[in-house]
């Protein structure tokens, strides 16, 4: 079993649409979270990132933790065609020194 | 601001040739660097991390060494290329440990062995 999974998708949507990912994971250790974005032949380049249960807001990106069920979302609001992009979740735990574990990463298309 | 910077972007190298990748960090001392790999349609593995000059741990055995000669460079290097090394293959900087853990990006080589 993969530490953290991540349904692969694609997931197409149409612009305007709500944009809803979610990552589980198995390791009780894993304390910090990440999204990050990737768009094609490109480097991550991280969204949001949050160590809390809870909500963390910016912009139109919500990123919500679950720590108790070891599940994590990420939501985008009015979803624009230059979202299209994999969304990676990402996660480490305590002293872990930024060594992360990703998610297969989800294919976004918003559809004009 | 911290800038990340790695080269090539792409690079088509024959089976059993040598294999030098660099990267370098700008707007910041002390970083932790890494090494991933990400295969076509999958997430990215961790190859190497450094938390120091000349101080490298390796993930996952393989045919790929790293190095640290300054404290903001690091180098992805192989004495002989595999078909199975093809890849894309991505430099990372954080800031350390505890609350800061978020890491940053450069844009990738893609690499190809024919």
């Known amino acids: 079993q993969k530490e953290v999974e991540q349904d692969p998708g694609p997931l197409s949507v149409p612009e305007g649409a709500i944009v809803s990912l979610n990552c589980t994971y198995s390791?009780?250790?894993?304390?910090?979270f990440m999204w990050y974005r990737q768009y094609s032949r490109k480097g991550p380049e991280l969204l949001m990132y949050?160590?809390?249960?809870g909500n963390k807001e910016d912009g139109r990106f919500t990123a919500q933790v679950d720590k108790s069920s070891k599940y994590i979302s990420l939501f985008i609001r009015d979803s624009q065609p230059s979202d299209s992009a994999t969304y990676l979740c990402?996660?480490?735990?305590?002293?872990?020194?930024?060594?992360?574990?990703f998610g297969a990463g989800t294919q976004v298309v918003v559809t004009p | 601001s911290q800038t990340i910077h790695q080269w090539p972007a792409t690079l088509v190298q024959p089976v059993g040739s040598p294999l030098s990748l660099e990267c370098t960090v700008e707007?910041?001392?002390?970083?932790?660097l890494y090494w991933y790999r990400q295969a076509a349609g999958r997430g990215l593995q961790l190859l190497f991390y450094?938390?120091?000059?000349?101080?490298i741990s390796s993930e996952v055995p393989q045919n790929l060494s790293a190095s640290r000669p300054q404290d903001r460079q690091f180098i992805l290097s192989s004495k002989k290329l595999l078909l199975s090394d093809s890849g894309f293959y991505l430099c990372?900087?954080?800031?350390?440990?505890?609350?800061?853990?978020?890491?940053?990006f450069g844009q990738g080589t893609r690499l190809t062995v024919v």
């Open positions: 390791n009780s250790a894993f304390q910090y």
């Open positions: 990402a996660m480490s735990g305590f002293d872990s020194w930024g060594k992360l574990q």
């Open positions: 990372a900087w954080s800031r350390g440990t505890g609350l800061n853990t978020e890491a940053f």
């Open positions: 450094s938390v120091g000059i000349g101080q």
């Open positions: 949050t160590y809390s249960s």
């Open positions: 707007g910041t001392s002390n970083p932790n």
